[in-house]
């Protein structure tokens, strides 16, 4: 199965700045990369899919980018709501697979 | 507005099995991609296995063949999940999530809100 490693574990950021997370890929998964935010207590939400078509609903200061193995999300001028822990999933390959998530805090 | 909703936490004994539901709405159940995904406490997503109602077809990660069941009542619009041999470590929180419409079947825009299982004697 495809393996997906993100980086860093840890992000600490400042409210207003911006955050790049990192996600790889054990093989190529071309672009049918997601990335999901999840908070204490609560469901994944879906931000981006194909690499770097946001959701319905996704503030435009989220971006994805990438393709093949090495993907990134972009999180420009962060807001109080969007620390939390940010997971990868590949959908290109059979099984299904999540990266162990980034946790973004507050610095 | 597709909605999925589950149901309430369990508490189990080792050896025994679970079932939890997924009820969907706002669309029609025969276009949903129904997946079960846990999360064991402070721990990562791990994808369980899945079903596409339509075609009547299951197919479930390595880890759990032999120990999970997935199946859909197209009358109720739900989806459940059993997992039998429950052991400490299936302590989790357990979340249906799915794809309506086209595109992949493991590509998750919804998602239920999650059920608590404990397992412990």
């Known amino acids: 199965e495809i393996v997906m490693t993100q980086s860093p574990a840890t992000l600490s950021v400042s409210p207003g700045e911006g955050a790049t997370l990192s996600c790889r890929a054990s093989?190529?998964?071309?672009?049918?990369l997601g990335w999901y935010q999840q908070k204490p207590g609560q469901a994944p939400r879906l931000l981006i899919s194909?690499?770097?078509t946001r959701a319905t609903g996704i503030p435009a200061r989220f971006s994805g980018s990438g393709s093949g193995t090495e993907f990134t999300l972009t999180i420009s001028s962060l807001q109080s709501e969007d620390f939390a822990v940010y997971y990868c999933?590949?959908?290109?390959?059979?099984?299904?697979?999540f990266g162990q998530g980034t946790k973004l805090e507050i610095k | 507005q597709v909605q999925l909703v589950q149901s309430g936490a369990e508490v189990k004994k080792p050896g025994s099995s679970v079932k939890v539901s997924c009820k969907a709405s706002?669309?029609?159940?025969?276009?949903?991609?129904i997946s079960w995904v846990r999360q064991a406490p402070g721990q990562g997503l791990e994808w369980m296995g899945g079903?596409?109602?339509?075609?009547?077809?299951?197919n479930y990660a390595q880890k759990f063949q032999g120990r999970v069941s997935i199946v859909a009542d197209e009358p109720t619009s739900t989806a459940f999940l059993e997992l039998s041999s429950l052991r400490s470590d299936d302590t989790a929180v357990y979340f249906c999530?799915?794809?309506?419409?086209?595109?992949?079947?493991?590509?998750?825009?919804?998602w239920g809100q999650g059920t608590l299982v404990s397992v412990s004697s």
């Open positions: 999933q590949q959908y290109n390959n059979w099984p299904p697979t």
């Open positions: 194909g690499a770097s």
């Open positions: 706002g669309g029609t159940f025969s276009n949903f991609a």
């Open positions: 079903i596409v109602p339509l075609i009547d077809s299951r």
């Open positions: 999530a799915a794809r309506y419409g086209s595109g992949s079947y493991y590509m998750f825009a919804s």
């Open positions: 093989q190529s998964v071309s672009r049918n």
